[in-house]
């Protein structure tokens, strides 16, 4: 559970774990994130561009009656001779082992022709379908079949006009994904072993980070309103729903963050019961509904993202006691500890939330786990440190350390710190999973996946860590710079050691002499006597 990862909409960090292959389907317009890495080449959305006969054509959004959201794209082919114009994105992932469902709704006014649906790069046609639309809305789909592989191409919905159409809901999706999400991203993250993987972040109680309305990211894909995080366009097909099982597809445990601004205590409640409770209960009704009658049983649920102060104090007993109430077999987070919190949560709560994004001050963090644990004292909580990393700022050049060796040390040391403190520290979710300027541990574009240094750190975490940590004293055997970390397996019969080195003038000096004969001495559950399993290889780099 110290190994849990971290997904929020922030940025495409979503995006970039979604299959889908068009951007803005919804015509909502596309924005930018108000954050850069180096803004001359940071990643950027393709957008709908016009094509064809353009000087024949208007286009424009349309808010009368859109499938969706706030507008579709309407364009108008005037005057009386035959004319093709249409609308196009580029930068298009195709291949032919990979074939795609073509999904949109057309709806058109004087069109006497079918619409075409394209993809093509530089007259080399790559696959072609044909719709007729009967006029009013209506879902239209086929599957693609690529005649070619392309990192570049370009999709293009056109018609020969005269005439009026209308565009809504647009989606290019692989027919492999598992469960909509990327199997090569899905593949990375199961490799790490994750117990948890915490759902939420600044889009919950940060009204300069988004509106999120969970209830919004349920039922048909088509029929979700589309909104910005971070002022960037989200895909609406990732909803709360795909997370959870995105979750038990890894084998993690989901834990949702609950927002807590303009929200009151029945509105967590029926999130909640819309996940856990029975199928005949009001909000399982709608989940069944949905498609899914069995509940989802997520156990660990958060009350806010990153709250704290006399106002969040008072509000949170109402929240404990409704969300308990919904279902009593729950583990409840708060958000940021302090005196108020604990006194205010009672029983009913059994984590506070502290977050360090300065790990690689390990003594500072240090400290700060010493003051929680104070705090605490002989109450039965636990700490949750629902987001860590080296950094959450450093916006623009300095991001780059995060995809550094230096900075999958610190995060390894991070890691041997909470080994140190895990009767207390029992889950922690590193920040952030993917893309979203540097952070994430996997870096993806349209066709390819990327690990990072600290990726590889985290998985030799995750795959080697046991469950019983030991004591290793005194430190200063190892040399200064080297942190060491030691735990031993469910059945006590596997040692690992983790040992971090980053000092750079001088080589580790090892395991002295006599702490290898004093481990070698100790009846570890049989570990001396058998043979240690071979280590399985680190997965390759894409």
């Not at 029926?270 to 399982?284: K, V």
Request: proline fraction near 8%; aromatic fraction near 10%; glycine fraction near 10%.
């Amino acid at each position: 559970m110290q190994n849990g990862q971290f997904i929020e909409y922030l940025c495409d960090l979503v995006g970039s774990m979604w299959a889908e292959k068009l951007y803005d389907g919804n015509f909502e317009g596309l924005s930018g994130y108000g954050f850069e890495f180096i803004k001359e080449t940071d990643f950027k959305e393709k957008p709908w561009y016009p094509s064809g006969a353009v000087n024949r054509a208007r286009y424009s959004v349309d808010s009368e009656n859109p499938v969706n959201g706030k507008t579709c794209q309407k364009i108008v082919a005037s005057g009386t001779t035959p004319c093709t114009v249409g609308i196009s994105q580029d930068g298009i992932f195709v291949d032919p082992s990979d074939p795609c469902q073509l999904r949109l709704w057309l709806r058109t006014e004087g069109i006497s022709e079918p619409v075409r649906v394209r993809i093509h790069e530089e007259g080399r046609e790559l696959a072609s379908e044909i719709f007729t639309s009967t006029g009013e809305w209506k879902r239209y789909g086929a599957s693609i079949e690529p005649a070619g592989r392309s990192t570049a191409a370009t999709f293009t919905i056109e018609f020969k006009g005269p005439g009026t159409l209308w565009i809504d809901a647009a989606s290019l999706m692989p027919a492999n994904t598992v469960g909509g999400w990327r199997p090569d991203v899905v593949k990375a993250l199961k490799g790490l072993k994750p117990g948890v993987i915490r759902i939420g972040g600044s889009v919950m109680d940060d009204p300069d980070k988004g509106a999120f309305e969970w209830q919004e990211t349920i039922g048909d894909p088509d029929k979700r309103r589309p909104f910005r995080a971070w002022g960037g366009l989200q895909p609406t097909g990732p909803g709360l729903e795909e997370f959870v099982q995105l979750c038990y597809a890894v084998d993690a445990e989901p834990l949702i963050c609950v927002r807590i601004r303009e929200k009151t205590p029945r509105d967590a409640a029926d999130q909640i019961e819309y996940f856990n409770g029975d199928a005949s209960s009001p909000m399982g009704v709608w989940r069944a509904k949905n498609g899914r009658p069995e509940p989802y049983g997520v156990k660990y649920w958060q009350v806010g993202n990153e709250q704290g102060g006399e106002k969040y104090e008072a509000v949170l007993p109402g929240f404990l006691k409704a969300m308990k109430g919904a279902d009593p077999t729950i583990e409840l987070l708060a958000s940021y500890p302090s005196e108020g919190v604990l006194e205010g949560g009672g029983d009913l709560l059994d984590y506070v939330c502290p977050h360090h994004y300065e790990c690689e001050d390990l003594q500072r963090e240090s400290d700060d786990l010493d003051r929680v644990r104070r705090m605490i004292g002989d109450r039965p909580v636990r700490i949750g440190i629902t987001e860590w990393n080296t950094t959450g700022g450093d916006w623009g050049l300095p991001r780059a350390k995060l995809w550094t060796l230096a900075n999958a040390l610190a995060c390894s040391r991070y890691q041997n710190l909470m080994h140190r403190n895990c009767d207390v520290i029992e889950i922690a979710n590193r920040s952030n999973l993917t893309n979203s300027f540097c952070s994430g541990i996997i870096q993806t574009d349209r066709s390819r996946l990327y690990l990072t240094p600290t990726y590889y750190a985290q998985w030799l975490y995750g795959n080697y860590a046991g469950t019983t940590p030991l004591r290793v004293e005194p430190a200063a055997r190892f040399g200064p710079g080297l942190d060491v970390s030691a735990t031993l397996s469910v059945a006590g019969d596997v040692l690992t050691l983790f040992a971090v080195n980053d000092n750079v003038q001088r080589k580790g000096r090892g395991l002295t002499a006599p702490f290898v004969d004093r481990l070698k001495g100790r009846p570890l559950g049989g570990w001396a006597q058998n043979p240690i399993p071979p280590m399985p290889p680190m997965p390759p780099p894409p």
